[in-house]
Every structure is written in structure tokens, then in C-alpha cells.
């Protein structure tokens, strides 16, 4: 299994930067994608940012500029810096992991962590 757990949100003024956090733990073989999607109230969750295993990255178009995704070097970890940050930003986001685990080596399996919350103010 697959554990996720994210840190870094919080409440911050329009403009301001966060940096997320979420480290992956567990029965981990090795982890293939990473991403980080966010779901607003009465909103369906969506992807904000993925990188592959080997490092190439996408963005969703209302980050695109603002938003960095990287990998630690232990390829466990996973950031999002978070710029100029928007009232619309404001979401629960959540960590995402593709991996091949102790359980599963032959497949991949997705898991999530809890989220945090990240608060935007006009």
C-alpha cells in the first residue's frame, strides 16, 4: 500500500505564492506519475499539474506560468509552487501517486492523500 500525505496550504492574500508538499511511503517498488489535483466546492476534482517518471510535465491551462511541479530526488517526493496566486485557486488539493507496490508489482495502482486546503483571499 500507498500512503500520501500532503502538506503546505493554508490562507494566503491574491498574489501570494504556497509551496505543496506530498511524500509518498508504504510498500513502494517505484512510482511512476505523480500529480496534483484540486477539487472546489460543488466542483468535480481536476488535474492542476502531472509529471512522469521521467520528469516531463503538463498543466492545466489556468496555472499554466504560475504553477512548477517537480520531483524530490529521492523520486518520493513531489512540490507544487504556487504563484500569483488567484480567489479561483482556492480548492483542496490533493496528491496523487501511480505505483508499483509490494502487492501489486504488475500493475500500477493509484492512490491519494487526504488533502489540504489552500484559501485564497481577494
Known amino acids: 500500500q500507498v500512503q500520501l500525505v500532503e502538506s503546505g496550504g493554508g490562507l494566503v492574500q491574491a498574489g501570494g505564492s504556497l509551496r505543496l508538499s506530498c511524500a509518498a511511503s508504504?510498500?513502494?517498488?517505484?512510482?511512476?506519475?505523480m500529480g496534483w489535483y484540486r477539487q472546489a466546492p460543488g466542483k468535480q476534482r481536476e488535474l492542476v499539474a502531472g509529471i512522469s517518471g521521467g520528469g516531463s510535465t503538463n498543466y492545466a491551462d489556468s496555472v499554466k506560468g504560475r504553477f512548477t511541479i517537480s520531483r524530490g530526488n529521492a523520486k518520493n517526493t513531489m512540490y507544487l509552487q504556487m504563484n500569483s496566486l488567484k480567489p479561483e485557486d482556492t480548492a483542496v488539493y490533493y496528491c496523487?501517486?501511480?505505483?508499483?507496490?509490494?502487492?501489486?508489482?504488475?500493475?500500477?495502482?493509484?492512490?491519494w492523500g487526504q488533502g489540504t486546503q489552500v484559501t485564497v483571499s481577494s
Open positions: 496523487n501517486a501511480r505505483a508499483r507496490t509490494i502487492q501489486r508489482p504488475s500493475a500500477l495502482s493509484d492512490s
Open positions: 508504504g510498500s513502494i517498488i517505484s512510482i511512476d506519475a
